[in-house]
């Protein structure tokens, strides 16, 4: 078997067996097959997809590419949580800390940026202090005691999917079903958890743009949760603007913190709380929907989930006074702003752009090794279906120097669509699907 053989046959459209697909992980593993023939075998994958048993095949061959992260001494039933990814989506940091406030164990292993998305453990390094990279000891004996732990993947959890992740990011091949639900569902039944819910973003700042992609996602994802004995719900959520008003990663960090202590509502809490509130359910937690987002808020309103996220901080050596003080979280220090062109409702965002010109800024990367500008990003100032003034400020950016604060600016100033006429936003939460593991298929 070789691997130009394995691309050819993809290139020409034909199903791989599962024999090829071991070959293939098995050499990007250990390295035998070079960067430029992954890419190239990624990208006849993205143009011409895998069938549902390829996709299996590849879950788990990556996801058994390491080792499996063995949860079973901490007590309870551990539910994990994952986005697909999207813009000024912030929701770990607020919901971990509330589920956990209420007795339910969060252990999340978390991934970097991805294309225009931002990922959870670039936000957590912006904060001064903290550590991300834990042992799987110590990460055990954390999650014993606060019931709170968020970190980056161990060293030897799915190296496949770092690998294809990281050539992903920089190739171009992000956006494939199979790839996609591959890259989640390894990682997630390598962490051990019992339970998952799956954010499933949907829009014009997600990896799915329609509908249709992304419930054909949720259900690759649901079915393969069936398929190893895992229960998964995937939420469908929209991504047709920045979930939060922050994006960047310091940025997020202090939006989640607002969010944490009831200073701030709208769309980015209320995703928090849906998905929330599936983990609770999965857990057992609560017997109904309404109950569980009940329970979630009231953590707000009383502060315990504020007081779980400060636990961890403590556990995993950031600084804790970053509650009290968000200054002393880092803010890139050249600032423009991005005005309205017209006056008009703002009828559509393209959030990818978006989520692109925050990457421009310095908060995301452009190539594998890139160093983060943890301070730079976004602020905006308006929603869709905002009516706004010719010249009313749209969103503030931040970087190091005025060069790429100035291109970041110039790349946002074409995401907007403006309308005379008030535009219809689509619903926030578009679906919900679950699956217990012995449901039939
Ligand atoms: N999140 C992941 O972990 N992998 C992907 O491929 C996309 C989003």
Redesign the pocket.
Known sequence: MNILDIIIKKRDKQVLSKEEISFFVRGVTDGAIPDYQTSALLMAILLNGMTAEETAALTMEMAHSGALFDLHTVDGYKVDK?S??GVADTTTLILAPLVASLGVPVVKMS?RG?GFSGGTIDKLESIPGFRVDLSASEAISYAKKSKLVLMGQTDNLTPADKKL?AL?DVTGT?DSIP??AA??MA?KIAAGADGIVLDVKCGSGA?MKTQQDAEALAKTMVAMGRHVGRKVTAVISSMAQPLGMYIGNSLEVMEAIHVLKGETAGDLLDVSVTLGAQMLLLAGRTQTEEEAKQLLLQQIKNGEGLAKFRELLIQQGGNPDILSQTQLLPLSPVSLTVHAKTTGYLSQMDTAKIGRASQETGAGRAYKEQPLDFGAGIIMHKRLGDFVQKGEPLATLYSASKNTCRAAADRMDTAFTYSTNRPDIPPLILQILSAQPNDRA
């Open positions: 994952h697909t990814g991934g991805l992740y992903r992000v790839l996609i890259s989640i990682k990896f």
